[in-house]
Structure formats: structure tokens, C-alpha cells
């Protein structure tokens, strides 16, 4: 049986197609040529990273935006500068996390172990060392940059800078998605951990619940008219994703 054509996760309603690479067939998107790698496909390639070495940074990552490269939060379903949806695995239809290596930025698949790799990023993965680098003190996984920051409001990935003032709030409109399940949620039903949001199905022990807020949050008018409410809640979510 056939299997279903692919989406590009950059192009609009264009299809990938096979590429013969080394004797390799992966899907290609003959509008961007960017290179899509299933799980197990970029390790054939014996001079460049295994995708596994990138897993435990693709697990905390946050995600680019499709239109303009725009950093999207995990926590977050939409860009809040375009609104434009996070690039999607063409495999599984998640979303793929924004990976810094020592040369370029790749998007991963955590579930798929897959990877995509923009036009070139093939050839720059061929500089990053074979080897991951000894975990810090935490279990935490700090990648490399991979150029000098000349423009601190660009975003990795992006194609062009954000504007100065345009970086990213919590207010009564943000959608949040639970980092477990992906369920839709409210800032009050919302539990914070460690930088995740979880449901209340789903919390880990030690969340902090978004229903914890002072008793005037509850009842708090839109921030043009009282400043106290939304603004405490901004406060809680910035404290407790830190």
C-alpha cells in the first residue's frame, strides 16, 4: 500500500517527494529543499550526529513558527507576534522543537525521532561533533549557539527580526496547551513545573495551580480599566516557569 504524501513543514500545501541521498531516500521539498529525515535515516549518514543526541534538548525546545521563524513556547499553540501555527512533524503531525547545535538549528521530532533539516543544514551537521558533550549538573543540556548574537530580538530560526516590543506575554487571550496531553487550558486551570504546563489530569506533584492566585485575580476587570489582575497573573506564570 501506498503511502500518503507528505506535507512540507515550512511550504504551504506543498507535498515532500523522495530524494535519493548516498543511497539513502529521504523526502525532499522541491520549494525550500529542505530535507526530511525518518527516524534512523540521518544515522546512515556516519559523518554526521545521531538525532538521539539532540532528544534532550528537543524535550525542553520551544518551537518556530511556520510563517516567520518566530519563536512559539511550548506552553503556547500559536505565535503570539504572527499567529501562525508551529512547524508540524510531516510524520506524526506534532509539533517540532527548535534544536541550537554548535553550526545550525534543526527541528526534531520527539516522538518520531526524526528530524528536518533546512536547505544546507545537511552540510553544516557535518561539523557538529559525533559525540554529545557530558550532561550539566541537573540533567540539563545547554547547546551551543550557533553564530554570535548580533540582533538580541532575533529569534533562532527566524527569517527576519522581531520587532522591539513584541516579545511574547501572558494575558487573558493566551491559549496554553498542556505540555502532557496538548489539552486546551484557561491561566486558572492551568499547573506550572520546571517550565511546563500541565492539565489538572496531568500535573506532576509540586505543579503549581493557576487557581492559587489572590482572591481579587478572580473577579479582576480587563487591564485597561484595573492594572492588578491580569498583571499578577503574568507575574505567576513568569515565577513559575522559571
Known amino acids: 500500500m501506498a503511502r500518503m504524501p507528505r506535507a512540507c513543514p515550512i511550504c ?5 517527494v523522495p530524494l535519493a541521498a548516498r543511497d539513502v531516500e529521504v523526502d525532499s521539498c522541491p520549494r525550500c529543499q529542505g530535507l526530511w529525515f525518518d527516524r534512523g535515516e540521518l544515522e546512515l549518514f556516519p559523518d ?18 511556520r510563517r516567520l521563524g518566530h519563536l512559539v513556547p511550548r506552553a503556547e499553540v500559536a505565535c503570539a507576534t504572527c499567529h501562525s501555527a508551529p512547524v508540524a512533524c510531516p510524520a506524526c503531525g506534532g509539533r517540532l522543537s527548535l534544536v541550537v547545535t554548535a553550526t545550525c538549528t534543526v527541528d526534531v521530532c520527539v516522538p518520531c525521532e526524526g528530524v528536518w533539516l533546512d536547505r544546507g543544514e545537511l552540510e ?6 559525533a559525540r554529545p ?18 540582533d538580541p530580538w532575533s529569534a533562532p530560526g527566524a527569517t527576519r527580526a522581531l520587532a522591539n516590543g513584541h516579545a511574547v ?34 500535573r506532576p506533584a509540586g505543579a503549581v495551580s493557576g487557581a492559587t492566585l489572590p482572591p481579587d485575580v478572580e473577579h479582576a476587570e480587563p487591564c485597561a480599566k484595573r492594572g492588578g489582575g491580569w498583571g499578577s497573573i503574568v507575574a505567576f506564570l513568569l515565577d513559575a516557569l522559571r
Not at 504551504?12 to 515532500?16: H, I, T, V
Open 133 to 150: 558533550r557530558p550532561p550539566t549538573p541537573g540533567a540539563w543540556e545547554i547547546p551551543a549557539a550557533a553564530a554570535p548574537v548580533t
Open 48 to 65: 554526521r550526529p545521531s538525532v538521539r543526541q539532540f532528544l534532550a534538548a528537543a524535550r525542553q525546545a520551544a518551537s518556530r513558527c
Open 124 to 129: 553544516l551537521l557535518e561539523r557538529v561533533p
Open 12 to 16: 504551504s500545501e506543498q507535498p515532500l
Open 169 to 202: 506575554r501572558i494575558n487573558s487571550h493566551t491559549a496554553l496547551e498542556c505540555s502532557a496531553c496538548s489539552a486546551l487550558l484557561t491561566v486558572r486551570e492551568a499547573h506550572a513545573l520546571d517550565g511546563d504546563v500541565y492539565c489538572g489530569a496531568c
